[in-house]
């Protein structure tokens, strides 16, 4: 079957560390890859996009790899912030589909 | 920057009942999109909207969902009869392009009694 896997458990760091969340996905080809930030009782925001051909991604802090070999993408947040805190959403489009499917998150708590 | 727009930010009703949800996405946008998340849960595609039909939908979108697209601007979600597990977070959703990235709205907070 079709699965977006995150980390369910929640990631507690210290401020000024690096975050990795991690995402694998099982019996999907997707051109793409997106990373979305969600707050509590807010709507998915968008933070980046990768595609297939790309290894790796960077916007100022943040830093995206996806290896199609592996099926896997990780999230990076560098110099971490209480800000930061924060439910981080992996998701795809499935190839030749409409939707954006989203994986179940990774909550991330960045203490200070 | 534009925003996709969701009224009203909370809506409580007796199972049952027909609710419309609303939505005013981007307006230069050309693919709308609603998602639903129950509480503690993930986000889930409901239906896709393109050319002003659907163009996929998920297997919770029965005959109890609609959608509509009235006027060129607004983007309607219509439950018929309400049922308890119907209670969720209702995120409308808009794009540019289909290999773009989801700009969505602050969701509608249905609850049903």
Redesign the interface.
Known sequence: SQKIEQNSEALNIQEGKTATLTCNYTNYSP??L?W?R?DP??????LL?IRENEKEKRKERLKVTFDTTLKQSLFHITASQPADSATY?C?L?PTG?????????TRLFVKA | EPE?TQTPSHQVTQMGQEVILRCVPISNHL?F?W?RQILG?????LV?F?NNEI??K?EIFDDQFSVERPDGSNFTLKIRSTKLEDSA?Y?C?SMTD??????????T?LSVL
């Open positions: 051109a793409y997106q979305y969600q009782g807010r709507g998915p925001v968008f996009l959403l998701a489009v589909g409409f939707k954006t499917i989203f994986g179940a998150g | 996709v693919y999109y998602y849960q993930k986000v889930e595609f896709s393109y163009s996929e998920s977070m995120f959703a289909i290999n773009e990235k989801l700009f969505f709205g602050s969701g907070q």
